[in-house]
């Protein structure tokens, strides 16, 4: 069932939000200073590529709390917001509820993707 969920996910926006994704890591790793935040675009581009079936496990330590702090005062709290937003539009209504609820787990990884893997 998560296989047909991704490839109706990938057809209505997925493939293009993980490009995009790819592309904002790829720009991030022009720089050395820019590796680490890059890194993190290309974890958001594989959850958005088939968010359905996967699970993030969150760790990590001090320097990912560090790093997660800063994340979140520069790029993660619109970037949760605005997904979290369109999660719950999303589960509004019955048939939008799993679409809602993975753009609700990409919210939480945007709000802290320093030391989460995605599995």
Known sequence: MSTIANIIWI???GLVTAIA???AGLVFCITIIG???GRQCFKMA???LAPFGKTIVYGGGAPSLIANIFWLILAGLPMAISYAVLG???CITVIGIPIGLQCLKMA???LLPFGAQVM
């Open 11 to 13: 057809i209505f926006g």
């Open 21 to 23: 994704w790819c592309f």
């Open 35 to 37: 590796i680490p935040l």
């Open 46 to 48: 594989s959850l958005t």
């Open 88 to 90: 719950v539009a999303y």
């Open 108 to 110: 939480k990884l945007s």
